[in-house]
């Protein structure tokens, strides 16, 4: 059973660079079948996709966030990354990780890592 | 971005009612539709994928339907541990965009 996990700094000064990396057990990134989703939840708030990336490296991203936002794989340790630049109180959320699956056009996340909580502030 | 409007925000409802959930889309989705379960603390679950499509190890007292810009999550007999915020999802188009939720309460 695939299982994700986030992990990385739980807070970020203002201006800096949040980075964190999702690693997958029970299953392969390198696997043609999926793409590898970060997403983010304020509290209290909804759901925000950030971006995704396949095995080809190939990567799309929330034209939102865009110019702020690099998602990238390491299929060596099974893992991939999220970096968000030039960060503001407005990026303090819980970051999940999760495997979005493709079936024809439709695209579902699941499963979904535990989440974990980046506070930005100075 | 297409947008997602849920209804209603929240609701309150007791043990064994049937409960159904609206989500609309801005336009056209097809059957591009997810609906996800949210409980305090926890990362989302799968439940319904492809509008109508149970996800594996979801109970079948949960269903959806809908396509083009209309869609329904019904709980056809609500049980103490579906207290919690859902959330339909569109992969109509990037970005994939949410619904703002709907909490079920007691």
């Known amino acids: 059973q695939v299982q994700l996990q986030e992990s990385g700094p739980g807070l970020v000064k203002p201006s800096q660079t949040l980075s964190l990396t999702c690693t997958v057990s029970g299953g392969s990134i390198s696997s043609g079948s999926y793409y590898w989703s970060w997403i983010r939840q304020p509290a209290g708030k909804g759901l925000e996709w950030i971006g995704h990336?396949?095995?080809?490296?190939?990567?799309n991203y929330n034209p939102s966030l865009k110019s702020r936002v690099t998602i990238s794989g390491d299929t060596s340790k099974n893992q991939f990354s999220l970096k968000l630049s030039s960060v503001t109180a407005a990026d303090t959320a819980v970051y999940y990780c999760?495997?979005?699956?493709?079936?024809?056009?439709?695209?579902?996340?699941?499963?979904w890592g535990q989440g974990t909580l980046v506070t930005v502030s100075s | 971005d297409i947008q997602m409007t849920q209804s209603p925000s929240s609701l309150s409802s007791s043990v064994g009612d049937r409960v159904t959930i609206t989500c609309r889309a801005s336009q056209s989705i097809s059957t591009y539709l997810n609906w996800y379960q949210q409980k305090p603390g926890k990362a989302p679950k799968l439940l319904i994928y492809a509008a109508s499509s149970l996800q594996s190890g979801v109970p079948s007292r949960f269903s959806g339907s809908g396509s083009g810009t209309d869609f329904t999550l019904t709980i056809s007999s609500l049980q103490p541990e579906d207290f919690a915020t859902y959330y339909c999802q569109q992969s109509y188009s990037t970005p994939w965009t949410f619904g703002q939720g709907t909490k079920v309460e007691i």
């Open positions: 990336i396949y095995i080809s490296g190939s990567t």
């Open positions: 999760a495997r979005e699956t493709r079936d024809g056009y439709n695209f579902w996340f699941d499963p």
